[in-house]
């Protein structure tokens, strides 16, 4: 009498390999328009190189305003700019928001108060409409 052994299969564990996501968003024409300016001045080819860089920037600013740093641009003369974006705000540890003092002229202060009691416009101004599609 034969006793067949019986072959022990080897599992080996699947690792559960993360799908790639697939990411689409709907672009006003200026939007995609300054998209691809954007990849084309960075030399990037294709939309998940350009979103990879975007998402590594946007984490890197989210730190540091999360740490109560301050995101700002140097000119080559020293003078400084401090990023204002509202969204980044939201992250950071109850620091005071840079303010801005605005001196106005009182023409400017009568054209203000002709603009924000004037009765609702029916409809947008060629500016406005010109304004927004660029």
Known sequence: MTVKAKKKRIEVPTMNRAR?????????PAEDRAVRAL???LQLTSNTDFLSDALALFRWAVSERRLGHRILSESA?????VLIFPRLERVSPGVALPRVD???TEGELESLAELAS???????????????RD
């Open 20 to 28: 790639k996501a697939k990411f689409q968003a709907d672009l006003a």
């Open 39 to 41: 990849k084309n001045e």
């Open 118 to 132: 004037a009765a609702e416009a029916n409809r947008p101004t060629e500016a406005l409409i010109r304004a927004m």
């Open 77 to 81: 003369n020293g003078e400084r700019r």
């Open 102 to 104: 605005i001196t106005w």
